[in-house]
């Protein structure tokens, strides 16, 4: 009785122990890692940099040459379209005498058109001659050589009556030509056998005037630089950007900018252009690029010169991309358990003494 009780607690020993092997044993699922949690927008600030405006096109406005002012017709800020006068001057009396000189090639053509003239004439009178030595020859009364002459003069005459009117083609063309020169360098229509005394200062193209020379003042003699032309719509914004800023730029995005004189409302302006190199190479100066916007200007709130705060909005960070989901990972299959060794095959588990 006493070793089947202990036969009992030995197997039942040998139960639990296999329990206890089987689950230690059993298979396990790996735990599956958690999707990477998308980065958070990007918190750089708005990038603001310093500008200054200019005009779109600036040119200077000269006289041809040195004239007394005798009238000033526009002034700073006037708004001016092409070819509107702005400056009345009288030539100098040598430059009146030459552009009277010049405009004056009545003389010379008419004196070609004689020459001409009289070249038709001598042709005339010889094919009359050629047609009289002709009958003569048939009815064997002229010279052997008088026909042969004859025409051979006619050959020289016609060479000369062409190179005669090419000449007139060619000084009625050169004289065209200089009177339309004569015409945009006075700002006036200049025709043959005119007297020219006066030069017009005309606006080269549509714009304002930005700014007038102070000797401009009736009754002064000037040459050169008179005014000065702006086109004021649009403007242009330039400024400077660090190195360390410069790929925030990408030509074709827009920007807001506001007057530094002014509180009026910020406006709008597109980036047009972004330097390649830097301003200044040298290794001791810190790396600066030049960058350029436009912004329309149609109410002239915007004046040459005038300062402005260029203020570029940060941008969000781009959205990660869609990442496939993990796959949970199969283990390796693991051996049965084996039976307690405390079992031989075939053979009963001996009691304890």
């Not at 065209?176 to 360098?185: I, T």
């Not at 020379?213 to 950007?241: F, N, W």
């Amino acid at each position: 009785m006493w070793n089947w009780k202990k036969i009992s607690v030995a197997a039942l020993l040998v139960l639990l122990i296999g329990i206890g092997a089987a689950f230690y044993l059993r298979p396990k699922t790996l735990a599956v890692p958690a999707p990477p949690a998308a980065p958070k927008a990007n918190s750089a600030k708005d990038l603001v940099l310093q500008g200054r405006a200019y005009c779109a096109l600036t040119m200077n406005i000269n006289t041809p040459m040195a004239a007394k002012v005798t009238e000033v017709l526009a002034h700073v800020g006037q708004a001016v379209k092409k070819d509107d006068p702005l400056l009345r001057m009288e030539l100098l009396p040598n430059d009146a005498a030459a552009m009277m000189q010049r405009a004056n090639k009545g003389p010379g053509i008419q004196t070609q058109e004689l020459l001409i003239q009289q070249y038709e004439l001598k042709m005339n009178q010889l094919e009359r001659s050629i047609a009289e030595t002709q009958k003569l020859t048939a009815a064997n009364l002229a010279p052997r050589n008088a026909l042969p002459e004859l025409l051979e003069q006619k050959t020289f005459g016609l060479n000369q009556l062409e190179n005669a009117r090419q000449t007139l083609a060619d000084a009625r063309r050169s004289a065209s030509e200089d009177l339309k020169v004569l015409s945009d360098l006075l700002g006036q229509k200049i025709t043959s056998g005119s007297q020219p005394r006066f030069l017009i200062v005309r606006a080269p193209q549509d714009g304002h005037i930005i700014g007038v020379e102070t000797s401009v003042t009736p009754g002064a003699t000037i040459g050169g630089k008179v005014m000065t032309l702006g086109v004021m719509d649009p403007m242009v914004i330039r400024g400077q950007v660090h190195e360390s800023e410069r790929d925030r730029l990408k030509s074709g995005e827009t920007a807001s900018i506001s007057l530094d004189s002014s509180n009026a409302p910020p406006m709008e302006a597109k980036l047009t252009s972004v330097s390649w190199a830097a301003q200044d190479n040298s290794l001791a100066a810190p790396s600066y690029y030049i960058f350029e916007l436009t912004v329309p200007n149609p109410d002239l709130a915007i004046r040459d010169g005038n300062k402005v705060r260029v203020t570029f909005k940060a941008k969000p960070a781009d959205e990660p991309a869609p990442q496939p989901a993990p796959q949970p990972v199969q283990p390796a299959p693991q051996p049965a358990p084996q039976k307690a060794a405390t079992q031989q095959a075939g053979q009963p588990v001996s009691a304890p003494k």
